[in-house]
């Protein structure tokens, strides 16, 4: 079954945004986690690849020492909801629209020091992607760079198998992609936050 879900249309971002804050009460444990996972860094340039609505975002700039945020959406509907839910924090966000099912994606993005993706990467619209995904999130890293990566995994209620890795899958395709140090931070309503890291030079 496809997605037919286009968050591209206004009033989709808006239902999907309040559907998502009842549906999934959980999800405010994991912009905690993705704090943590960042706060022992200074200076931090971070790419959100499917940032939606800034949630995360506010998160991060809130509670992290970020030195710059780009934040990667296909959708300019979730880039207007996201500078209004962000208010003064947008003026340090660099909102790029960019399809990332595109291979070229990364070109000109420049380097960060994490790479961060909550509820997204199944937007690829196939599992088969996320390798691919993952590989060119690793190209706009630098050395010892991390990527945490959140997304649901595959349960026998899950309604798009073919979008929805296995739990065990999900670490594996980070290695798959070039990352080492693999690590869960988060586990709850069948979703995983994982770090992997960009091998030194
Ligand atoms: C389920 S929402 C998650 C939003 C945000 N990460 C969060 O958890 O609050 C998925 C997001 O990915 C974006 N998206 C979907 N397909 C995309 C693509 N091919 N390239 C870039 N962004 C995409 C959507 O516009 C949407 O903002």
């Given amino acids: 079954m496809p997605i037919r879900v286009d968050f591209r249309d206004p009033s989709t971002a808006l239902t999907w945004i309040e559907e998502t804050r009842i549906k999934r009460p959980y999800r405010p444990r994991f912009f905690t986690a993705f704090c943590a996972a960042l706060s022992r860094r200074s200076s931090v340039r971070i790419l959100e690849l499917g940032?939606?609505?800034?949630?995360?975002?506010?998160?991060?700039?809130?509670?992290?020492?970020?030195?710059?945020?780009?934040?990667?959406?296909?959708?300019?509907?979730?880039?207007?909801?996201?500078?209004?839910?962000?208010?003064?924090?947008?003026?340090?966000?660099?909102?790029v629209t960019r399809d990332f099912r595109e291979p070229a994606w990364p070109?000109?993005?420049?380097?960060?020091?994490?790479?961060?993706?909550?509820?997204?990467?199944?937007?690829?619209?196939?599992?088969?992607?996320?390798?691919?995904?993952?590989?060119?999130?690793?190209?706009?890293?630098?050395?010892?760079?991390?990527?945490?990566?959140a997304d649901h995994y595959l349960t026998p209620e899950t309604k798009l198998p073919a979008l929805t890795p296995a739990r065990e899958d999900q670490p594996l395709?980070?290695?798959?992609?070039?990352?080492?140090?693999?690590?869960?931070?988060?586990?709850?309503?069948?979703?995983?936050?994982?770090?992997?890291?960009?091998?030194?030079a």
Avoid: I
Wanted: proline content about 6%; glycine content about 8%; hydrophobic content about 50%.
């Fill in 51 to 95: 940032s939606g609505p800034g949630l995360l975002a506010r998160a991060l700039l809130v509670h992290c020492d970020v030195r710059s945020y780009v934040a990667l959406d296909f959708s300019p509907a979730m880039h207007a909801l996201a500078a209004e839910h962000l208010g003064p924090l947008a003026s340090r966000v660099d909102f």
């Fill in 107 to 149: 070109d000109g993005l420049g380097l960060f020091d994490a790479v961060v993706t909550l509820q997204a990467a199944h937007e690829t619209r196939h599992k088969r992607h996320l390798v691919p995904l993952l590989a060119r999130a690793r190209l706009v890293l630098d050395p010892c760079g991390v990527v945490l990566y």
């Fill in 173 to 200: 395709a980070l290695a798959q992609a070039g990352f080492v140090d693999v690590e869960l931070l988060h586990d709850e309503g069948n979703m995983a936050l994982w770090r992997g890291t960009n091998p030194p």
